[in-house]
């Protein structure tokens, strides 16, 4: 069988059991939900995102049974990443199978913001058309939900002469920018939160001109900005670095700056960087990886819910933090293999407990508390206070919505201590946050009883086809306007 999708012609084995589906395109997708009955239909990535717009949605899950193979979308990180630099870059420049997501497309808006051109209408291919790093900003750019765009852009944005004023929606204007702030400042840029407090609205502009700084960085974005932004100083720029959180992230940008051929230097520990001035970005042609962030909430179905998955994309050897999780999930007892572009899974008769370091993997909080919860015995997850400041306070969430359904958690300062064992349906909040609502989806795939999750449509922002994919492998989970299970 064949399906056309705009020029895209994908080929799918329709009686094979095991076929893919192809996230961003056209693809087959078995419904094992409503009547009982399977159903074939079509969906591509625009019904996807049309879904989740402008209303207010529920999951409601059942206890499920899952196996097969899905492929997983591409990685916001690299995304973004190549979005940024792109503006910044000379000439053209192309991002191939990129994440289309509410976040990564805020990302595009806002790097025509800084002037950019960018042609996102071909599937599969985003075109961007760089500024030489002459920036020609708008007034004001809006960077949504994405605290990724924030701290990138606004250090993209310093570099330029005119000021730019950028903002967000609620939860991104809670973030803390200071700490970048007053780093840029010390580099020659004006920068300064309109309200005074650190925050967006955030206004940004006027060069940098190098010199000397030290920055904490309990986010590693922070870090990454500077990075990215310093080649484009008209002096050298160095930088000390105290606190880091979250390296694997930097290794991520360093890797892009590489291949860029941007130079600087750094201490083994990444304690300090020396960055020469007067460099330029070049256009570049790159492939984004697939998503470690994303495919947790699956390594994790895979785990609590007794199947086995196979999910295409991912490449063990890529830079992203998140690749560790596999090998939790390895240690909590699930046996993994690694194919040729692709990584199985399949979970055990019980998960094991045990204690796990998120310090470089801050974003598998909430999967790696179900999993806990569900798993025999003690799991401690530590050293990852970041988790506080990530679009909720992720500790004190995932310890508050576990418990509803019947766990033992204690909040730690940094992590959660919880005591393994089942878990029951509950009506749930997700919080506005798409990977708590994510989390607690696959929860209760794994509870007895129905559970609802609110703000389903948060999972936009960046994984509009969670639902979708997770169907496919049989989960039993429905999107609902505001359903009360009570």
């Not at 799918?12 to 996230?23: E, H, L, M, Q």
Request: glycine share 12%.
């Amino acid at each position: 069988m064949q399906i056309q999708n705009d020029a895209t012609t994908i080929a799918i084995g329709a009686d094979s059991p095991r076929f893919d589906v192809v996230y961003g395109r056209a693809v087959r997708i078995v419904d094992r939900i409503g009547s009982g009955r399977n159903q074939s239909n079509y969906c591509n990535s625009k019904n996807i995102n049309l879904q989740f717009k402008g209303a207010e949605m529920d999951f409601v899950v059942q206890k499920s049974r899952i196996g097969g193979r899905v492929r997983m979308p591409g990685s916001k990180s690299h995304t973004i990443r190549g979005l940024i630099m792109g503006a910044l870059a000379g000439g053209e420049s192309r991002l191939r199978e990129p994440l289309d997501s509410r976040d990564t497309r805020s990302c595009l808006r806002f790097v025509e913001a800084l002037g950019a051109g960018v042609d996102a209408s071909a599937p599969g291919v985003w075109v961007i058309e760089g500024t030489a790093g002459r920036l020609r900003p708008a007034k004001a750019a809006d960077v949504g939900n994405s605290g990724t765009t924030l701290f990138l852009g606004m250090a993209a944005a310093a570099t330029g002469r005119e000021l730019l004023e950028i903002t967000g929606d609620e939860q991104t204007r809670r973030r803390d920018a200071g700490p970048l702030l007053d780093a840029l400042s010390a580099l020659g840029a004006t920068a300064y939160s309109r309200g005074g407090d650190g925050s967006a609205p955030l206004v940004v502009g006027g060069g940098l001109q190098g010199g000397a700084v030290a920055i904490e960085c309990p986010t590693s974005q922070y870090l990454s900005a500077l990075l990215i932004a310093c080649p484009l100083a008209r002096s050298t720029s160095h930088i000390r670095v105290p606190l880091l959180y979250e390296k694997p992230y930097v290794e991520m940008t360093l890797r892009w700056l590489s291949d860029l051929g941007i130079e600087l230097e750094h201490e083994a520990g990444y304690g300090s960087f020396t960055v020469p001035g007067r460099q330029h970005y070049a256009g570049f042609d790159i492939c984004v990886p697939a998503d470690f962030s994303s495919a947790t909430f699956f390594l994790l179905a895979a785990a609590v819910c007794g199947g086995e998955v196979v999910l295409g994309g991912l490449d063990i050897s890529d830079s992203q933090g998140d690749r560790e999780v596999v090998w939790m999930f390895q240690r909590m007892g699930c046996e993994i293999e690694l194919l040729p572009d692709a990584i199985a899974i399949k979970g055990p008769e019980a998960l094991r407990g045990g204690e796990f370091d998120l310090n470089a993997t801050p974003d598998a909080l909430p999967a790696m508390a179900v999993a806990g919860a569900l798993a025999e015995g003690r799991t401690r997850l530590v050293n990852v206070p970041q988790a506080r400041i990530k679009e909720t306070d992720r500790i004190r969430v995932m310890a508050q919505e576990l418990g509803r359904m019947g766990a033992r958690v204690e909040e730690l300062d940094d992590g959660l201590v919880i005591e393994g064992g089942s878990l029951h349906g509950a009506n749930l909040s997700g919080h506005g946050d798409h990977r708590i609502v994510m989390a607690l989806s696959v929860a209760g795939m794994a509870a007895c009883g129905p559970t609802r999750i609110d703000a389903a449509e948060a999972v936009a922002v960046t994984f509009p086809g969670f639902q979708e994919l997770m169907r496919h492998l049989g989960a039993d989970i429905v999107l609902h306007g505001g359903v009360d299970l009570t």
